[in-house]
Nanobody, 125 residues
Framework: LQLVESGGGLVQSGGSLRLSCTAS????????IGWFRQAPGLEREGIAH????????GYAPSVKGRFTISKDNAKNTAYLEMHNLTPEDTAVYYC???????????????????WGRGTQVTVSS
């Protein structure tokens, strides 16, 4: 399984973007998906995750209420809708896939076995 992120770019503060994470094959439906981001000089931060059947989601406090994660298994694609963006959201955004034993993914990057290459999001003030 391979993952490819898209949808990043330059946006003004207060703006919105939708990131996509497209998988190479239908096994995607068995994987939970996490979105992470990494700003220069900072550690990779988990910001949102969703179970394989898209039934449950989780968000980091830094994005809760502004970002929405979703998963369309028919399209082999996960999404991250981002609203009310601020310069502090500037980072490279990654999606990752995991098959957690409990079914519930988390924000620990080391738990995720498959990663995309990332897409840059830059928010100007």
């Amino acid at each position: 399984l391979q993952l490819v992120e898209s949808g990043g770019g330059l946006v003004q503060s207060g703006g919105s973007l939708r990131l996509s994470c497209t998988a190479s094959e239908s096994r995607f439906e068995y994987y939970a998906i996490g979105w992470f981001r990494q700003a220069p000089g900072l550690e990779r931060e988990g910001i949102a995750h969703i179970t394989s059947n898209a039934g449950l989601t989780g968000y980091a406090p830094s994005v809760k209420g502004r970002f929405t994660i979703s998963k369309d298994n028919a399209k082999n694609t996960a999404y991250l809708e981002m609203h009310n963006l601020t310069p502090e959201d500037t980072a490279v955004y990654y999606c990752a896939a995991d098959m957690p034993p409990t079914g519930w993914p988390g924000f620990t990057a080391a738990d995720y076995e498959i990663w995309g290459r990332g897409t840059q999001v830059t928010v100007s003030s």
